[in-house]
């Protein structure tokens, strides 16, 4: 995928934008956004499945959940076949912004409880990983309604740039719970401590398993609820983070090793291009990234520098221009500049 060509025409938009202000609205306020505009199924979507995508919204991270969204249906071959399910802390404050965006979106908005994890969570390598909502992707098989059998779940630092439809055919026969880009070459014992690993125990968690266990990022994932709940996979996820919180600290990165501790191994593999992840930089500054090696479905700015707060900052990254064209914040005299994507 060319992307080349791409970076340098967003690029001289992301100038002439940022060579304007607006006004940031008050801590106790969302921002403002502009309506999307719609997208409709063709003929052929007559007999296509729902597709079922859950996001989390905060304040923090509405805007790239809503750009998140926008990318999703712009490059559906079926946007209205697509039904989100949105989690929050604060669902009433949120459907609006949602509803407003996107008036004839298929969702919902459900409450997810931060006490539910406020007794398990440890703190990690940065603030935003021990927030409660960071958990909440453990609890979708008991929050979503049981008639949703399957979901995809996605990070709201991302954007997608092919049809969602390919990634949501994933084969996860026989008896896969769970699928996502696997990256075998990371040195997977650097996401636990020493203390895990000279445990007598802990370690033994990882044996006989289909495959040696590997890393994979859990901002995209392909989740097969029915077999979740009957293998109660939410209870041995929170199992691991009782043993961090009052046991032995065992890891340092919020709810990523638990779920490695309980999938990695099991995971059934998901081709790369569909979780370009690390755009953001690693979790202490956040610098610049370049684009892994290959073909390009999904670009993921997981880490630290968010695309949105580079932009506002003046210092963006070049892949930030990729995700620009799908920011929905309202600017003043500047609202439908990126409406053509």
């Keep these: ?20 202000g607006w006004a940031l609205p008050a801590a106790s306020e969302l921002p403002r956004f502009r309506e999307a505009p719609a997208f ?18 905060d304040a923090a991270y509405l805007r790239g959940s809503l750009a998140g969204v926008l990318s999703i249906l712009r490059h559906s071959s079926c946007p209205e076949s697509i039904t989100f399910h949105f989690l929050a802390t604060r669902p009433r404050r949120f459907r609006p912004a949602v509803a407003a965006s996107f008036p004839s979106l298929a969702f919902d908005v459900y409450r997810f409880d931060p006490a539910l994890v406020r007794g ?4 990690s390598v940065r603030r935003a990983l021990d927030q409660p909502l960071n958990y909440a992707r453990i609890y979708l098989a008991d929050i979503l309604p049981r008639s949703v059998r399957r979901v995809i779940y996605f990070d709201s630092d ?3 740039v092919d049809d969602v439809a390919r ?3 994933t084969d996860l026969a026989p008896d896969h719970v769970l699928a996502a880009p696997e990256y075998c070459h990371a040195n997977f014992t650097s996401y636990f401590t020493d203390r895990f ?6 370690p033994r968690s990882l044996s006989g398993r289909r495959r040696p266990p590997c890393y994979f990022n859990t901002g995209v994932m392909v989740m097969d609820l029915d077999r979740w709940r009957a293998g109660g996979y939410t209870r041995k996820l929170e199992g691991w983070m009782e ?26 593999g998901v081709e790369h291009r569909w979780n370009q992840h690390g755009l953001g930089g690693d979790n202490v500054e956040g610098l610049c990234r370049d684009l892994h090696p290959g073909p390009v479905s999904l670009l993921h700015w997981s880490g630290k520098g968010k695309p949105w707060l580079r932009l506002d900052a003046g210092r963006p990254c070049p892949l930030d221009a ?19 994507i």
């Design 1 to 20: 995928m060319a992307l080349s060509p791409f970076v340098a025409a967003v690029g001289i938009l992301l100038v002439a934008t940022f060579s304007f």
């Design 40 to 57: 409709r199924n063709g003929p052929s979507c007559v007999s296509a499945p729902t597709i079922h995508i859950a996001v989390t919204l």
């Design 120 to 123: 398990l969570i440890s703190s």
């Design 158 to 160: 991302l954007v997608v």
């Design 167 to 169: 990634l949501w055919a």
């Design 197 to 202: 690993w000279s445990d007598p125990v802990f």
């Design 243 to 268: 043993v961090q919180k009052r046991e032995a600290r065992i890891y340092e990165l919020g709810s990523l090793p638990p779920f490695l501790l309980v999938f990695a191994g099991e995971v059934k």
């Design 322 to 340: 990729l995700w620009a064209p799908y920011d929905l914040l309202r600017r003043d005299g500047h609202d439908d500049l990126f409406i053509d």
